[in-house]
Nanobody, 122 residues
Framework: QVNLVESGGGLVQAGDSLTLSCTAS????????MGWFRQLRGKEREFVSG????????YTKPSLAGRFSISRDDAKNTVYLQMNSLKPEDTATYYC???????????????WGQGTQVTVSP
């Protein structure tokens, strides 16, 4: 069983930056491909970004790639989501997810954190 704990959410103003963190336990971190998802109010959860367990290859949703980036620190069992130039429409609950497959796919993540709320005020 993989346990994922997100942190770093909060209330920010439009244009601000925020970094979310997710720490994993229960499995060797380098066995895990990690992903970030978000769920806007009233909408389905959507893929934001993923980073592979081998080589650290990443993929970010194209519409977000200019502002969001993912990274991982294997020594700290932690994955990060750097969010810049935040907009009110980025307001959502952000979830960390993990899979044991090698590729940073947009789905197929069986392990999920509880989520962290990000609210961007105008």
């Amino acid at each position: 069983q993989v346990n994922l704990v997100e942190s770093g959410g909060g209330l920010v103003q439009a244009g601000d930056s925020l970094t979310l963190s997710c720490t994993a336990s229960g499995r060797t971190f380098t066995d895990l491909t990690m992903g970030w998802f978000r769920q806007l109010r009233g909408k389905e959860r959507e893929f934001v970004s993923g980073i592979s367990r081998i080589g650290g290859n990443s993929y970010t949703k194209p519409s977000l790639a200019g502002r969001f980036s993912i990274s991982r620190d294997d020594a700290k069992n932690t994955v990060y989501l750097q969010m810049n130039s935040l907009k009110p429409e980025d307001t959502a609950t952000y979830y960390c997810a993990a899979r044991t497959g090698a590729a940073a796919t947009i789905d197929g993540y069986p392990y999920w954190g509880q989520g962290t709320q990000v609210t961007v005020s105008p």
